[in-house]
């Protein structure tokens, strides 16, 4: 059996990604990108960069912790890009990098669809919690 270099194991590794195992990486990208944060913040971004405050005032309900973990989590993913420009006070901005681009494109059509779909949705609650009320 001839040895494998470490390359070529992750490339092997790469080929058997598959999200419904346990233990693959994809997962873990699968439930940061299905957060309801990330997706807010990634929308959000989707005109250019923006400061932290913008963010937050944007993203209602979003509190000073959750902001900044999912935006440490973004940018440690890749996703996003977080530019400090030396001011008084120090300015910071925030923008989507080339797959969060394309991240983007998925996530604005989930909002997109729920933001559409919500009244239909509303309505199939009541119905069902009518239909349950008694169990």
Same mark, same amino acid.
């Given at each position: 059996?001839?040895?494998?270099?470490?390359?070529?194991?992750?490339?092997?590794?790469?080929?058997?990604?598959?999200?419904?195992? !346990?233990?693959? @990486?994809? %997962?873990?990208?699968? $439930?940061?990108?299905?957060?309801?944060?990330?997706? =807010?913040? +990634?929308? /959000?971004?989707?005109?250019?960069?923006?400061?932290?405050?913008?963010?937050?005032?944007?993203?209602?309900?979003?509190?000073?912790?959750?902001?900044?973990?999912?935006?440490?989590?973004?940018?440690?993913?890749?996703?996003?890009?977080?530019?400090?420009? !030396?001011?008084? @006070?120090? %300015?910071?901005?925030? $923008?989507?990098?080339?797959?969060?681009?394309?991240? =983007?494109? +998925?996530? /604005?059509?989930?909002?997109?669809?729920?933001?559409?779909?919500?009244?239909?949705?509303?309505?199939?609650?009541?119905?069902?919690?009518?239909?349950?009320?008694?169990?």
């Amino acid at each position: 059996m001839p040895t494998r270099t470490a390359a070529e194991r992750r490339a092997e590794a790469r080929a058997a990604y598959d999200a419904f195992m !346990a233990e693959c @990486p994809s %997962r873990q990208l699968l $439930e940061r990108i299905s957060d309801k944060w990330a997706t =807010l913040i +990634v929308t /959000a971004l989707a005109d250019g960069p923006r400061r932290y405050a913008e963010l937050a005032r944007t993203i209602a309900g979003v509190s000073q912790k959750m902001l900044t973990q999912t935006l440490r989590a973004l940018e440690r993913d890749g996703m996003v890009t977080r530019t400090v420009t !030396a001011s008084v @006070p120090v %300015r910071v901005d925030y $923008e989507l990098t080339g797959i969060g681009r394309e991240l =983007l494109v +998925v996530l /604005a059509a989930v909002k997109s669809w729920s933001e559409r779909h919500i009244e239909q949705v509303l309505d199939a609650r009541d119905a069902y919690d009518a239909a349950h009320a008694d169990a």
